[in-house]
């Protein structure tokens, strides 16, 4: 089984993030899933797609070594440092 490893980022109505340093392992599902006729439920054939957003870690070295644990391949995403860049008030009139 293969899983991502990443940072979530924030939300768009967030103005900082409170993510809290947390790293999150998620299933990359094989099957597609499917709209159950009768229901109208969308469904997986994976029983491991349960699993999305539900296995936390404080870094990633903590995440690679459970993934490496129950025996899966990984991909880790870094994030991407946010720049700010420092603007005045002044900076609105300039041409």
């Known amino acids: 089984m293969r899983v991502l490893i990443y940072k979530p980022a924030k ?3 967030q103005s900082r993030c409170q993510c809290g340093g947390r790293w999150l392992i998620e299933p990359i599902l094989e099957a597609r899933r499917e709209v159950e006729p009768l229901m109208g439920w969308t469904s997986a054939g994976d ?3 349960s699993l999305r957003g539900r296995l936390t870690f404080s870094s ?3 995440a690679s070594t459970f993934a490496k644990e129950q025996g899966w391949s990984f991909e880790i995403n870094m994030p ?8 005045s008030y ?6």
């Open 11 to 13: 939300s768009a109505t």
């Open 47 to 49: 029983p491991l797609s």
């Open 60 to 62: 990633p070295q903590e």
């Open 80 to 87: 991407q440092e946010r720049r700010i860049h420092p603007k």
């Open 90 to 95: 002044l900076d609105n009139f300039e041409t």
